[in-house]
């Protein structure tokens, strides 16, 4: 096995074990099939797939919402275990930089950072914040925090700041309008603009198909 090998592997483990209570939407499995579409998109960039790897697998590893809005925990999370492994300190300083500039929180920052390695690792998380899953994973939050699905008096906010998005705690239907269908049209690769035209297509199918069934009986 090459070092890099070991080292993915090991992070693999790390991660798995750390997020083994972790919710739903944010689980060992959202950081596998981040990891298996930031493989793929790489495929077709012009990327340093160890980083890419690194990031996708530790993009999660403490999520500031969870940890009283600090905002630091992850990248020095994923930084100490990094350099338990004797991770060359440069490849370790630019998964902290993905992990701190990723999220769709921090793009409502003015952009401070970005790579080639980051847009894929972003491209591959959103992905997964879209379509059939994505709105399971909605859901899923939603009934973490108690929200209600809908609620045709509460209108979606457009015009959210950072700070009114991290506290919204408005009905589940409003977070497509406010994240989810806005997703597809922020793609940075090819690759994944392609997969994302087509779970659009599924959630804006999915939203007619729950109105109508709202409407029903009236
Ligand atoms: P990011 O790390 O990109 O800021 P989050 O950690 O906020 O994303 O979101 C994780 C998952 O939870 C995503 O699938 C997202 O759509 C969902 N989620 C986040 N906020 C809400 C919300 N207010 N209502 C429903 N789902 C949400
Ligand atoms: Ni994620």
Redesign the pocket.
């Known amino acids: 096995m090459t070092n890099t090998s070991f080292i993915i592997q090991k992070t693999a483990e790390f991660v798995k074990q750390t997020l083994k209570t972790a919710e739903s939407?944010?689980d060992w499995w959202h950081i596998l099939r981040v990891w298996n579409n930031a493989k793929r998109i790489a495929q077709t960039e012009n990327v340093d797939f160890f980083v890419v790897e690194l990031a996708a697998l530790l993009h999660?590893i403490a999520?500031a919402?969870f940890n009283n809005g600090d905002e630091e925990i992850g990248p020095k999370t994923a930084g100490d275990f990094l350099k338990s492994l004797n991770v060359d300190a440069e490849i370790t300083e630019h998964v902290q930089q993905i992990i701190r500039h990723?999220?769709?929180?921090?793009s409502f920052d003015a952009v401070g950072f970005t790579s080639e390695e980051m847009k894929v690792v972003q491209d591959a998380?959103?992905l997964?914040?879209i379509g059939a899953i994505?709105i399971a994973?909605?859901?899923?939050?939603?009934g973490f925090?108690n929200?209600e699905m809908y609620n045709p008096e509460i209108e979606p906010d457009f015009s959210l700041t950072k700070e009114a998005?991290k506290n919204?705690?408005?009905p589940?239907i409003?977070?497509f309008y406010?994240?989810?269908l806005l997703l597809k049209d922020k793609m940075n690769t090819k690759t994944a603009r392609k997969i994302a035209t087509q779970r659009h297509r599924f959630m804006e199918h999915y939203l007619e198909q729950f109105y109508a069934e709202w409407n029903e009986i009236k």
Not at 102 to 106: G, I, L, P, R
């Open positions: 939407g944010h999660d999520d919402k990723m999220s769709f929180k921090s998380d959103r997964d914040a994505g994973r909605a859901f899923t939050y939603g925090k929200r998005y919204s705690a408005a589940t409003n977070h406010e994240k989810l």
